[in-house]
T-cell receptor, first 116, second 113 residues
Framework: AQSVTQLDSQVPVFEEAPVELRCNYS??????LFWYVQYPNQGLQLLLK??????LVKGINGFEAEFNKSQTSFHLRKPSVHISDTAEYFC??????????????FGQGTRLTINP | KAGVTQTPRYLIKTRGQQVTLSCSPI?????VSWYQQTPGQGLQFLFE???????NKGNFPGRFSGRQFSNSRSEMNVSTLELGDSALYLC????????????FGPGTRLTVL
């Protein structure tokens, strides 16, 4: 079964410092990978996605992620964070549902806290 | 363009009751997915509808059901509520495929007493 492991449940970082949120996946099908962000009391917003092509994916708000097939990883990075980046971040991979239909399988989330 | 809207935003029910949640997708989107979010289990996929047909289903009991109307609006119903059904229920819409960007609504917070 497809699964996603987010290696850190909480990541505290000082403002303007770089950050990396780690994500490892397992999937027996062609891999599509996603990062979503959830701000307090809101739904999820797509940051970026990898479907094919270049392994370095750039997203919104200055975030980027690198797909590494050999290490089955899709880590999210930002070179300089802001207070407004404080949120929960979710990594997701495509999974197989019934009759081969695909769906998103999410990791447990990483709470990113930016300290001034 | 208006985003995904979910109603109501908050609900309080008691065990044994049933509840219906509503989701209006972005105009032009034909796929609607539902997710349950809890602190313990995280985000779990409930089901997906496309053109009024359930196309995909997660591992939830039959008490959880849904439907989609011809205008792509969707409802999900939970019957015989249990305490463990307390959660944030999120709806997401996309054009057609799961690889299309899914746009999430703000969710409905259900509390079962």
């Amino acid at each position: 079964a497809q699964s996603v492991t987010q290696l850190d449940s909480q990541v505290p970082v000082f403002e303007e410092a770089p950050v990396e949120l780690r994500c490892n996946y397992s999937s027996s099908v062609s891999v599509y990978l996603f990062w979503y962000v959830q701000y307090p009391n809101q739904g999820l917003q797509l940051l970026l996605k990898y479907l094919s092509g270049s392994t370095l994916v750039k997203g919104i708000n200055g975030f980027e992620a690198e797909f590494n097939k050999s290490q089955t990883s899709f880590h999210l990075r930002k070179p300089s964070v802001h207070i407004s980046d404080t949120a929960e971040y979710f990594c997701a991979v495509n999974g197989l549902g019934i009759q081969g239909a695909q769906k998103l399988v999410f990791g447990q989330g990483t709470r990113l806290t930016i300290n001034p | 363009k208006a985003g995904v809207t979910q109603t109501p935003r908050y609900l309080i029910k008691t065990r044994g009751q049933q509840v219906t949640l509503s989701c209006s997708p972005i105009s032009g989107h034909r796929s609607v997915s539902w997710y349950q979010q809890t602190p313990g289990q995280g985000l779990q996929f409930l089901f997906e509808y496309f053109s009024e047909t359930q196309r995909n289903k997660g591992n939830f009991p039959g008490r959880f059901s849904g439907r989609q109307f011809s205008n792509s609006r969707s409802e999900m119903n939970v019957s015989t509520l249990e305490l463990g059904d307390s959660a944030l229920y999120l709806c997401a819409s996309s054009l057609e495929f799961f690889t299309d960007t899914q746009y999430f609504g703000p969710g409905t917070r259900l509390t079962v007493l």
